[in-house]
């Protein structure tokens, strides 16, 4: 199937930065889109930022202007720069993959997921 490493994240203090990678590999044939999702203490997953294979991105409105996402497709890997960072967005970040492997339709995987810790 699919298997990911994820790192860059970690305690930072606020106003600092941090870049999150996230490495794919395993029977990927087709990559649709990669991002990240984040789910802090008491709240549902939601989508911090994705990108597509071909370069579109969609960012959530708290993050935008202050995290840019990219993706190298030979690599099978997904960046997320991360600035300007506030205590809200402390959460636990899962990585996702939308692609297919040995099945014609497109799946989402999802890694283990990295902690970022913003202090004050």
């Known amino acids: 199937q699919v298997q990911f490493v994820e790192s860059g994240g970690g305690l930072v203090q606020s106003g600092g930065s941090l870049r999150l990678s996230c490495a794919a590999s395993?029977?990927?044939?087709?990559?649709?889109?990669m991002g990240w999702y984040q789910q802090a203490p008491g709240k549902q997953r939601e989508l911090v930022a994705g990108i597509t294979s071909g370069g579109s991105t969609n960012y959530a409105d708290s993050v935008k202007g202050r995290f840019t996402i990219s993706i190298d497709n030979a690599k099978k890997t997904v960046y997320l720069q991360m600035n300007s960072l506030k205590p809200e967005d402390t959460a636990v970040y899962y990585c996702?993959?939308?692609?297919?492997?040995?099945?014609?339709?497109?799946?989402?995987?999802w890694g283990q997921g990295t902690q970022v810790t913003v202090s004050t």
């Open positions: 395993g029977s990927i044939f087709s990559i649709y889109a």
């Open positions: 996702y993959l939308d692609g297919a492997t040995t099945s014609p339709s497109r799946r989402r995987y």
